[in-house]
């Protein structure tokens, strides 16, 4: 048992890296009270669902942009400086959003302000972040690094959303607020303690020439290139989120609460793939098992089609057997989805020099970011089309083939050995 667990070797081995995770840990859980809380102030000073949607451009747009410049920022400069200043935006902004509410201002441009501020300091703040991992553990236990990183990612997903509807009910948007600043002053005290971690190698001042530098790096780079490619065959072709409305309410006859466990089926498994993840660090064919990871997302997304198409045709009252069979294929797909995050970060890390890892981590967020949101409209669109079964089951299918056609036309990504990192 102790081998299947997640490997906490690179917790035990850097003291520099074990604040860094705890820090992120706490800050992580407090991040997403304040997403979720904030959303619920905006639908609660508005009534309209169409200001909620409206958060996530405000969120998305500052995002993207200081992501890829951020990127030429990070390589630019001191990492552990770049992570404290954008840090320190990020804190005074959750200091204003909660401040905001503990005045009762009720004002939804001021929390759109806020949210804009803070995405574009995430922008330069996730980049840094990402880019000093590499340089606390060594190459061998990035797998296990980017495990630890992944059970804080599903956990906060997990626990953050659940708390938030509660604090807000029971002690209101203030407080909630405030509990995500003391949480973040964690991780700001982990980047202090950090000592001095300058970028190696050639140094390019930060700027536009810089993002086109990392973007023809990229280029020529077909390893690190497939991470990325790999990734966008799952979250836009594949992509079930935006289903899962319908699906929950009008095809299985549920509520809110028949979506909300089909979205906790998915990180559920995702959460478990990452706290059983101890032999992941012994797998050196890394690009083969993202390559089978996508496939068998797809596949499970498929499966999740198959289900509701015949869960449809049974009629308006269908068997709870199918919410059961539902859930299990977006446990699957969690759980797949967890191990190729894994792999792919520790790919982009370790065969990424130093110089440019900030870049890449840049177009790294604008991926993770933009993917997921044009599957969200390919899903809607196809849901409009054809129902959601079948949506589902097309753009399972889709990415199953996308990620063949992908690993025929990269046979060096399906040899990539991590004892020998190409890029």
């Not at 065959?233 to 979506?259: K, S, W």
Request: net charge positive.
């Amino acid at each position: 048992m102790p081998r299947l667990l997640a490997d906490l070797t690179p917790l035990r081995e850097n003291p520099d890296y074990r604040r860094l995770w705890t820090g992120l840990a706490l800050s992580s859980i407090g991040t997403q009270l304040t997403t979720v809380a904030v959303s619920l102030e905006i639908y609660a000073i508005t009534k309209s669902t169409f200001a909620v949607g409206l958060l996530g451009v405000f969120a998305l747009v500052p995002l993207v942009a200081s992501g890829l410049y951020g990127g030429s920022v990070v390589d630019a400069h001191d990492r552990r400086k770049v992570a404290i200043y954008a840090s320190l935006v990020l804190w005074a902004v959750t200091i204003g959003i909660a401040a905001q509410a503990w005045f009762g201002l009720g004002n939804v441009w001021v929390l759109y302000c806020l949210v804009a501020v803070q995405n574009a300091a995430a922008g330069l703040n996730q980049p840094a972040r990402s880019a000093i991992i590499p340089r606390l553990v060594r190459k061998e236990m990035l797998p296990a690094a980017n495990a630890l990183g992944s059970i804080i990612f599903s956990v906060s997903m997990t626990v953050g959303p659940m708390l938030a509807g509660v604090l807000v009910a029971s002690v209101g948007y203030g407080a909630t607020y405030t509990i995500d600043v003391l949480t973040f002053s964690f991780a700001l005290w982990a980047l202090v303690k950090l000592p001095p971690i300058p970028p190696e190698g050639e140094v390019h001042k930060a700027g536009l020439r810089s993002v086109v530098q990392g973007f023809t790096f990229l280029s020529t780079r077909p390893n690190i290139r497939m991470t990325f490619l790999s990734d966008m065959c799952a979250m836009i072709f594949a992509q079930p989120r935006a289903l899962l409305p319908a699906v929950g309410e009008a095809v299985l006859g549920g509520n809110g609460t028949t979506v909300g466990f089909l979205l906790a089926s998915t990180a559920l498994g995702s959460m478990g793939a990452a706290l059983f993840s101890g032999p992941l660090g012994r797998v050196r064919r890394q690009g083969m098992v993202v390559i089978n990871c996508v496939g068998l997302w797809g596949l499970a997304i498929a499966g999740f089609g198959v289900v509701i198409v015949i869960a449809h045709r049974t009629g308006p009252n269908p068997s709870d057997l199918f919410l059961w069979l539902a859930a299990a294929c977006l446990l699957v797909s969690g759980g797949v989805d967890s191990i190729s995050m894994v792999f792919r970060n520790t790919i982009l890390q370790a065969a990424t020099p130093d110089a440019m890892r900030g870049r890449l981590q840049g177009i790294f967020i604008v991926v993770v970011a933009g993917g997921p949101r044009m599957g969200d409209v390919v899903a809607g669109a196809g849901g409009s089309l054809l129902g959601e079964g079948l949506e589902a089951l097309a753009g399972g299918l889709a990415c199953v083939l996308a990620v063949l056609i992908l690993a025929k036309l990269q046979p060096a990504f399906r040899r990539y050995d991590s004892r020998n990192p190409q890029p």
